[in-house]
């Protein structure tokens, strides 16, 4: 894991396409402005873990009919 220090204004970019940006620092909480191209879905952890578990019900769902 790769970890850097920014601040408010400062940007990372992955893989030449996305952009990470420090949007603003409010105690300890950091607001990013995520820039990436439309065919790639962002989501925050517990949405995706979310998404993920409610897959797997359906998956477990047809695999019983």
Do not use: F, N
């Given at each position: 894991?790769?970890?850097?220090?920014?601040k408010i204004g400062e940007e990372?970019?992955?893989?030449?396409?996305?952009?990470?940006?420090?949007?603003?620092?409010?105690?300890?909480?950091?607001?990013?402005?995520?820039?990436?191209?439309?065919?790639?879905?962002?989501?925050?952890?517990?949405?995706?873990?979310?998404?993920?578990?409610?897959?797997?019900?359906?998956?477990?769902?047809?695999?019983?009919?």
């Amino acid at each position: 894991m790769l970890v850097l220090t920014r601040k408010i204004g400062e940007e990372i970019i992955i893989g030449g396409t996305i952009r990470v940006k420090v949007a603003d620092i409010r105690g300890s909480r950091v607001r990013l402005a995520i820039e990436a191209p439309r065919e790639l879905s962002v989501q925050r952890q517990e949405i995706a873990a979310s998404i993920k578990e409610e897959a797997d019900k359906y998956e477990m769902v047809l695999e019983t009919v």
